[in-house]
């Protein structure tokens, strides 16, 4: 398609100019000098005979490869040459590249990356050649539909396990509720419509009032151990249709059933709608989280019109047979939800978070103490996982942000360190029982921050904490003795202040290193997520 713009005659200077310029013309007629006039210029007339033709139309990538254009631009063709403009997308938004090129009467757009449109009458092209690129023009348009322009690499994973997730649970949620329907008597003339919508009335609203309460005590969480939160809520939530399935074979339970299930499928939904865009931002890698939001809503209904296809299709396939039929949500309930659980579990590895909490500072801490090296957030990621309270090794002189816990027995090194602590501190570091032993094995380390304590303080008490552990550990058998001992003997309060001192210096050192590194590889180095507990400070008061 073309479109001539073409200037009317008495229109403006500078709008004739553009819309009128010939660069043949332009080349050709060598410019004379002229003698300064006041009078006004008339182009329209002198120009009116040619006019600027834009196409929009792409030429076809066989008919202006490299060799062609090349020669188009020789002294054989002076009228027709390339600018030296690329064009990437376009209004259709298709990402496709395209040349300026000028053929000696319009300005054409030439691809030059294989992606030009496609026309179903263009009757230049062969068959094969017509099914390729009819081939990328689907690609590009279900990419787009779907997927958002700039993301990080690990996004399309991420959606191939979220097709497999969401397809699943929609399966199983169109079963599920069938048999809630057989359960309260939809269909049958002996049933009670009032008694019904009682029912299901009632399990709603209790769902909502627990989905408030779980919100409410566990908001910290969603940031702090958002994947752990989010797949222990997705085992919820699978469990929660799996109850439902049990409906119709305990009609009499239905409220009570109903309910439970409807309590998990609210705490899920919570979790679901908490984390979402914290998963969006990791992958938004130019602030496009607004567009990240859409295209994964498109996804999520795409994916669940997949799984309630599958579902009918399901119940259409075995609808002569009424004993299979009932049985059917029974057999695919274990194989659904397994397939549901990896989806999931498999798409969170591919969610790397940007964000700092106590456990990825800590990581990211010790890698760079014991090898001068700074992870980036994918690295951290897969370290992480989905981060099991069971899956945890027991590790020594483990570290706690948080307050001096008054049921554990304090060390004389905590009080040590208490006595000698400066209004200037905004953090001391102590160590802390964990059973009330007194081996090191017992012993952990405790970060305490004071109320105003800046995120720079929060990092380097963390480096300091960790350069403490490090000491501690490098001869185990020694410190196993000063820990036992440190009750009785001033050379280890001694030690230990020393120790405190040196770690502070190597922390100082570090800590601005330490930041820019982090930062250059995308830690959002800003703020710190912590627990509620790990947001507990104290307070300095000076006697």
Not at 208 to 225: E, G, K, P, Q, V
Not at 336 to 350: E, N, R
Not at 394 to 403: N, T, V
């Amino acid at each position: 398609m073309k479109v001539a713009a073409h200037a009317p005659s008495n229109s403006q200077i500078f709008p004739t100019w553009a819309l009128k310029y010939d660069p043949i013309k332009t080349l050709k007629k060598p410019i004379k000098p002229k003698k300064p006039s006041l009078k006004p210029l008339a182009l329209s007339n002198s120009l009116s005979t040619t006019s600027f033709k834009l196409s929009h139309g792409y030429q076809h990538e066989e008919k202006f490869n490299t060799t062609h254009t090349h020669h188009l631009a020789d002294d054989e063709n002076p009228d027709k040459f390339k600018l030296p403009v690329a064009i990437r997308g376009g209004d259709a938004g298709n990402g496709a590249v395209s040349r300026c090129f000028w053929d000696g009467e319009e300005l054409k757009f030439v691809a030059v990356d294989g992606s030009d449109d496609f026309s179903m009458w263009d009757s230049s092209l062969s068959f094969e050649d017509g099914v390729r690129k009819f081939g990328r023009f689907c690609t590009a348009a279900v990419r787009n539909f779907f997927l958002p322009r700039k993301v990080s690499g690990n996004y399309l994973e991420y959606v191939k396990w979220k097709f497999l997730h969401r397809v699943s649970s929609s399966a199983l949620q169109v079963l599920a509720t069938q048999a809630m329907f057989r359960a309260i008597g939809i269909g049958y003339s002996r049933a009670l419509p009032s008694a019904a919508a009682l029912n299901w009335v009632l399990k709603d609203g209790l769902g909502r009032l627990s989905r408030c309460i779980y919100t409410a005590t566990l908001a910290s969480a969603f940031d702090t151990n958002l994947k752990r939160v989010r797949f222990s809520t997705s085992v919820l939530f699978s469990l929660s249709i799996g109850v439902e399935l049990l409906t119709p074979v305990f009609p009499k339970y239905f409220l009570l059933l109903a309910t439970i299930a409807n309590i998990a499928k609210q705490i899920s939904l919570a979790c679901y709608l908490a984390t979402g865009s914290a998963v969006h931002r990791s992958f938004a890698i130019s602030d496009n989280i607004g567009e990240v939001s859409a295209k994964a809503q498109i996804q999520t209904v795409c994916f669940d019109n997949v799984g309630l296809l599958l579902a009918a299709t399901l119940n259409i396939l075995f609808r002569n047979n009424q004993r299979l039929l009932a049985a059917l949500p029974f057999i695919v309930y274990p194989i659904f939800s397994a397939f549901d659980l990896y989806g999931i579990y498999q798409g969170l590895k591919h969610v790397h978070l940007q964000t700092l909490t106590k456990d990825r500072l800590e990581s990211v801490i010790n890698i760079w103490i014991h090898r001068q090296y700074i992870p980036s957030p994918a690295e951290v990621s897969t370290k992480e996982g989905i981060n099991f309270m069971w899956s945890r090794g027991r590790e020594l002189l483990p570290i706690r942000i948080g307050c001096l816990n008054p049921e554990r027995k304090v060390p004389k090194l905590s009080l040590t360190t208490l006595r000698y602590l400066k209004d200037e501190d905004f953090y001391f570091i102590c160590m802390e029982s964990i059973n009330n032993r007194s081996g090191i094995k017992d012993h952990g380390i405790l970060l305490s921050l004071r109320e105003g304590a800046a995120t720079s303080d929060v990092i380097m008490g963390l480096l300091q904490a960790c350069y403490i552990r490090k000491r501690l550990l490098h001869d185990i058998n020694n410190q196993e003795n000063c820990v036992e001992d440190c009750d009785s003997s001033n050379s280890v309060i001694s030690e230990w202040l020393l120790l405190i001192n040196e770690s502070k210096r190597f922390a100082q050192a570090d800590l601005d290193l330490l930041i820019d590194n982090m930062s250059g590889l995308g830690w959002a180095c800003k703020n710190i997520l912590l627990s509620t507990k790990e947001q507990a400070r104290y307070c300095f008061v000076a006697d």
